[in-house]
């Protein structure tokens, strides 16, 4: 008999999107598939190559269970430098992914009956991390206002439940980008109502249009208040390799570490050698992706357009179409998974 807990979460739409896609390709039909969110382009030479000198030199045992110092050290420099965050080694934890750090994030604040305020659309992973956690999600639609979330709409969520926010810009899957003076105001409301926010950047450097990233966790008064989560996933093309990290308030940081300690020990640690060359290595490879996908959101704005029934609103970020598809519904087409 499967637990209570385990019933309330369901398998990644996504990765079921990509399964059937496979399914058609291997049936002979000419499909793109649009599903799972990954570069298509190969990790850098560097960060391969620091790869295999970690497996001859036989750094393949485990590891600190929250991740190598140096790395730690790289995740703060790197914190400090692109996105102002000040924060020490006892702040940082080394997980399996963004995922896992997520994850980890939600089991160590969240208690039965906690709301967790989600903008929607949203990437699909949040909402059932949370019921797993015997939390609820409070979604805020952005559909009205461009996918933009405004600290007017987080205001109208909270409740004396809220234990925390999401913030996800560039989002996944819609783009959108979060104006910095929203983040101010909405720093305001997590300080006046003391609530958690946990600032999702693992698109920070795929912005178009001049759009600036700024970090929520940059706000001084905000020291005690902010997870920043990012991975070497997307920004390096390294989804495989699992590699993520979060920085935050140490306590609870300290707690993340001792539940991955025993759930899944240390991450990689040949994926951590990689990662350590991903963050401290020549950063080309990243201005050559960004500009790519600048090009082709361009393009995918334009054609996309032109199919009749589609409307898509510009993304500012990510690498993401999300067009309204409402007008295409018709028999039994009466939504958007059915569509898909
Ligand atoms: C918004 C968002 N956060 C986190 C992740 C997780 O990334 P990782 O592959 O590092 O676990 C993804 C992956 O799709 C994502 O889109």
Request: hydrophobic share 35%.
């Amino acid at each position: 008999m499967l637990s209570q807990r385990i019933q309330k979460i369901q398998p990644s739409a996504t990765l079921a999107i990509n399964a059937r896609a496979i399914e058609l390709k291997k049936q002979g039909i000419d499909i793109i598939k649009f599903g799972t969110g990954e570069p298509d382009f190969d990790t850098p030479d560097n960060i391969k190559d620091a790869a295999k000198r970690a497996l001859d030199e036989g750094f393949t045992k485990y590891t600190a269970a929250t991740g190598i110092p140096e790395l730690k050290e790289a995740v703060r420099d790197k914190l400090k430098r692109d996105n102002g965050i000040e924060c020490d080694i006892p702040n940082i934890l080394i997980s399996n992914g963004g995922k896992q750090a997520l994850y980890n994030c939600f089991m160590a604040i969240i208690d039965p009956g906690d709301e967790v305020i989600i903008p929607s659309p949203y990437w699909v992973s949040y909402a059932d991390m949370i019921a797993v956690c015997d939390g609820v999600s409070k979604f805020v639609d952005t559909t009205g206002n461009n996918f933009k979330l405004t600290a007017e709409m987080v205001k109208e969520a909270i409740t004396p439940k809220t234990k925390a926010l999401i913030l996800n810009s560039p989002s996944n899957p819609t783009g959108a980008v979060i104006e910095k003076k929203e983040i101010e105001k909405i720093a305001e409301l997590a300080f006046k109502h003391k609530f958690y926010v946990i600032s999702d950047e693992v698109y920070e450097y795929f912005l178009y249009d001049g759009k600036k990233m700024f970090s929520i966790g940059s706000i001084p008064d905000m020291k005690d208040k902010v997870f920043t989560v990012n991975a070497v996933s997307k920004t390096y093309s390294m989804t495989g390799w699992r590699i993520g990290y979060i920085a935050g308030p140490k306590d609870v940081i300290k707690a993340m570490g001792n539940l991955q300690s025993h759930s899944t020990s240390n991450p990689c640690s040949i994926a951590q050698k990689a990662a350590l060359e991903a963050l401290t290595g020549p950063q080309d490879s990243v201005t050559i992706m960004a500009n790519e996908f600048a090009k082709r959101r361009d393009y995918v704005y334009k054609e996309m357009n032109k199919l009749p029934g589609f409307k898509l609103t510009k993304p500012e970020g990510a690498f993401y179409a999300f067009p309204d598809v409402t007008k295409c519904y018709k028999g039994e087409i009466t939504d958007s998974f059915k569509f898909t």
